[in-house]
């Protein structure tokens, strides 16, 4: 266990190390989010009401495709050099290599997102620090979950040539309900409406169910997706 | 005793069998060579052993993957990470004890120490397969997996190698090589199997006939062709 988790700390530290080096997924990832939001703060002209009612879903629609730009990289930076065969050959468990990924994949949409959230709440004028408690609290929950479904489907898809196109349309019909739970707290935190709030409640029990689940099933299942 | 076995070994990739029955054993301390043709299952059955696939059928025994390197197609290098870091990474998750300064030592062997802080990418082609030398060796291991391991090296690479090898004999490892080259193989190789259309069709000792004739050895047990 203490080995598998040195192993798992080694590989996040290496992920991230290099995706400093080479900014290709931050990059990418940050650039398309501020685009996605500057494009849509042209694109309506919304009422208050109107754009409270969308904004979590904005949000998290933006959130959601960062981060499958991010988890996209994350086996396929394995494939030059054939370094996922080192890795996998190596004693490193399955789920240490799947943790230490989706440890760097997180971290590094968790930094997407804080960069993004004030641009966010600039172009569309909404008070995001007003609850930015359980507004963080659901930013690491459910980034997570992206973040861990993400790096295993990434594995799954990372010998596949249509990757970049054949992860999205395998992830995000896994994220639909971590994404509406997401959606449902951030928009009632938006609207700072307690009604909505109670009755959103449930989300964030759902969102840590989900983690829970999606993260013991990606550390089991890891070994069966690398070694075929 | 046996430090690798393989029994009966299927492999098959959709409908084809990659590997059919093959069945293998190698002494520890021996030094196997593979050989066969190209597409006669030598890669399929090196990566089985190495617990990067997973046989259809039969069973493999090999030591504890603590205990393995590998040397693959690919160097296994990162090449956005400098070569001490490179090596400090693989000897984090083979275990070894003092990665800083194992990793020290194994890029002193290969001639490496004086760019260490070089990031891969920035190397030659000549140090990069160096570097993968020294990652494959780092953590001594008892067995050795080696998948065409004289192909495209220079010939300072091949000395590197040809040197480490022999200390790893010496230090009584194992090895199983895959190899066209037979020539640089018999230089260290105990034990020969010939692999075809994956299946083991010879398993011995080397003879000197296979030295002085390189040919001999298909000839004498390979399957005609068509």
């Known amino acids: 266990m203490k080995d598998g988790l040195v192993a798992a700390l080694a590989i996040a530290g290496k992920d991230l190390r290099t995706e400093l080096r080479t900014k290709e997924s931050l990059t990418a990832s940050l650039s398309f989010s501020l685009v996605i939001l500057v494009l849509?703060?042209?694109?309506?002209?919304?009422?208050?009401?109107?754009?409270?009612?969308?904004s979590g879903g904005l949000l998290w629609l933006v959130y959601s495709f960062a981060g499958a730009l991010i988890v996209n990289r994350s086996f396929a930076r394995e494939l030059p050099n054939d370094c996922l065969d080192v890795l996998v050959s190596s004693p490193a468990p399955?789920?240490?290599?799947?943790?230490g990924k989706t440890v760097a994949a997180f971290l590094l949409l968790v930094t997407v997102e804080l960069i993004t959230l004030p641009f966010f709440g600039l172009f569309y004028n909404i008070a995001w620090w007003h609850s930015s408690g359980t507004l963080f609290a659901v930013i690491l929950l459910a980034t997570w979950g992206i973040a861990v479904v993400g790096v295993s489907f990434s594995a799954v898809t990372v010998n596949v040539r249509l990757r970049e196109l054949m992860l999205p349309v395998l992830l995000y019909p896994i994220l639909i309900p971590l994404l509406v739970s997401a959606i449902g707290v951030t928009t009632a935190l938006f609207s700072e409406d307690p009604q909505m709030l109670s009755a959103n409640g449930v989300s964030l029990q759902l969102l840590i169910v989900f983690d829970i689940m999606y993260t013991s099933l990606a550390l089991y299942m890891i070994e069966f997706i690398l070694i075929v | 005793m046996?430090?690798?076995?393989?029994?009966?070994?299927?492999?098959?990739?959709?409908?084809?069998?990659?590997?059919r029955g093959a069945s293998l054993e190698v002494e520890k301390g021996a030094c196997l060579a593979l050989l066969g043709r190209n597409g006669a299952g030598k890669t399929t059955l090196l990566r089985i052993l190495a617990n990067l696939s997973k046989p259809t059928k039969g069973q493999v025994t090999t030591p504890d993957r603590r205990k393995v390197g590998y040397l693959g197609h690919g160097i296994g290098v990162y090449?956005?990470?400098?070569?001490?870091?490179?090596?400090?990474?693989?000897?984090?998750?083979?275990?070894?004890?003092?990665?800083?300064?194992?990793?020290?030592q194994a890029l002193e062997r290969v001639d490496?120490?004086?760019?260490?802080?070089?990031?891969?990418?920035?190397?030659?082609?000549g140090m990069r397969q160096r570097l993968a030398v020294a990652r494959a060796f780092l953590h001594e291991p008892e067995l050795l997996l080696l998948d065409e391991p004289f192909t495209s090296l220079d010939d300072r690479a091949v000395a590197v190698l040809q040197s480490l090898l022999r200390d790893a004999r010496n230090n009584g490892a194992t090895i199983v090589m895959s190899t066209h080259q037979i020539r640089e193989a018999m230089e260290l190789a105990s034990d020969v199997a010939l692999l075809e259309r994956g299946k083991i069709v010879f398993a011995g000792p080397q003879s000197p006939e296979m030295l002085q004739d390189p040919g001999w050895l298909y000839r004498t047990h390979g399957e005609p062709q068509a």
């Open chain 1, 40 to 54: 849509f703060s042209f694109a309506f002209d919304l009422g208050r009401d109107e754009l409270y009612a969308i």
């Open chain 1, 94 to 99: 399955g789920w240490a290599i799947c943790l």
């Open chain 2, 2 to 19: 046996r430090a690798v076995a393989a029994d009966r070994v299927w492999k098959y990739f959709g409908d084809y069998p990659a590997l």
């Open chain 2, 79 to 104: 090449d956005d990470l400098s070569a001490l870091e490179n090596l400090k990474l693989f000897g984090r998750l083979l275990g070894v004890q003092n990665p800083h300064s194992t990793a020290i």
């Open chain 2, 112 to 125: 490496l120490a004086r760019v260490k802080d070089g990031l891969a990418r920035e190397f030659s082609r």
